[in-house]
């Protein structure tokens, strides 16, 4: 996997070839490029829950109406299909952040050994120690809860009152 030369998952390979079978039934309408916007009609209905009609694609801010694009920071099939009429490779718009190159880099950081426990420092400070009180019983309702929630109320606010009811 690390040396398999592929710039992405197999996770994103799936989406992207996914969405690139769908923008083989796209039409790109109208398109500005110098502004690098679009519009692409859909003609087939790949039942995405997505009404089929023309989605508006601006390549500059990373919109697609589909809202794929925004929300996955994937090219959806409309960016394809956008890219692929000005011969533009739609994978330069997929996140770096999902490049195995990226996801690697995670593991370039330095750790360091951590000695056996023989061979720490003394410890010189306070003691962090449980409250046995608050301990959970084993077996049960909770022992804070055992005399019921108004008992508990009042021990947990620490008052010397009388219960009430
Ligand atoms: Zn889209």
């Known amino acids: 996997m690390v040396n ?17 079978i ?19 009609r859909e003609t087939m209905n790949h039942i995405e829950g997505l009404p ?14 589909c809202g794929k694009f925004r929300a996955l920071h994937l090219s959806c099939s409309h960016v394809i299909a956008a890219n692929s009429s ?10 770096k952040k999902f490049t195995n190159e990226c996801v690697y880099s995670v593991y370039n950081i330095h750790f360091d050994v ?4 023989h061979y720490w420092p003394t410890y ?15 077996k049960g309702r909770p022992e804070l809860l055992a005399l019921g929630p108004r008992w508990a109320l009042w021990k947990m606010r620490g008052e010397n009152a009388a219960i009430v009811g």
Not at 52 to 65: A, F, H, N
Not at 86 to 95: A, G, I, N, P, Q
Not at 124 to 138: H, L
Request: glycine share 6%.
């Open 86 to 95: 000005f011969s533009y490779d739609y994978k330069t718009f997929v996140d």
């Open 52 to 65: 089929m009609g023309e989605y508006k694609v601006d390549l500059r801010s990373k919109w697609c109406d």
């Open 22 to 40: 769908k923008f083989n039934s796209h039409q790109v309408t109208l398109f500005d490029r110098g502004r690098y916007t679009f519009s692409v």
């Open 114 to 117: 951590v000695h056996h426990q």
């Open 124 to 138: 010189v400070g306070s003691k962090v120690v449980p409250d046995s009180a608050m301990r959970r019983a084993k």
């Open 4 to 20: 398999s030369g592929e710039p992405f998952s197999e996770n994103i390979r799936n989406f992207l070839k996914e969405e690139v």
